[in-house]
């Protein structure tokens, strides 16, 4: 009797350890689907969120040519652009040297069309048409 009583302790904890496997799984299962669609809505956000920032620049960009206001930094060699009180010059320097090899960074006044060498010397320049 005692032999056939450990049998059976056997067999349930076999079956126990049996559910308990299958149990794990299926948590396991479950936050991967959670952590799928995580993933997918943190990257849907981050696309809406890209695109607002592209509207809300186009908006901007609408503004200032509806409002007359030129850019104080233009590429002298292609006409773009470079707007914005962050780093303007900055950006306007690295496109010339990765758009332009070879070419000097020079910054133009939107009004009289001077040259300057240095950024600092156009902002100074400008104040005088105020």
Do not use: W
Request: proline share 2%.
């Amino acid at each position: 009797m005692l032999i056939s009583s450990s049998n059976s302790f056997a067999a349930e904890a076999y079956y126990d350890y049996k559910d308990d496997l299958q149990l794990l799984a299926d948590v396991e299962a479950i936050e991967a689907q959670v952590l799928a669609q995580e993933t997918m809505a943190q990257e849907a956000l981050t696309q809406e969120a890209k695109k607002e920032m592209r509207e809300d620049a186009q908006r901007r960009a609408e503004s200032r040519e509806a409002s007359g206001l030129k850019s104080l930094f233009k590429c002298s060699y292609c006409a773009e652009d470079f707007s914005g009180k962050v780093q303007a010059s900055h950006r306007l320097v690295m496109h010339i040297n990765k758009s332009h090899p070879g070419k000097n960074p020079c910054f133009q006044c939107p009004v009289c069309e001077k040259t300057f060498a240095k950024a600092k010397q156009l902002i100074v320049h400008t104040k005088k048409h105020e």
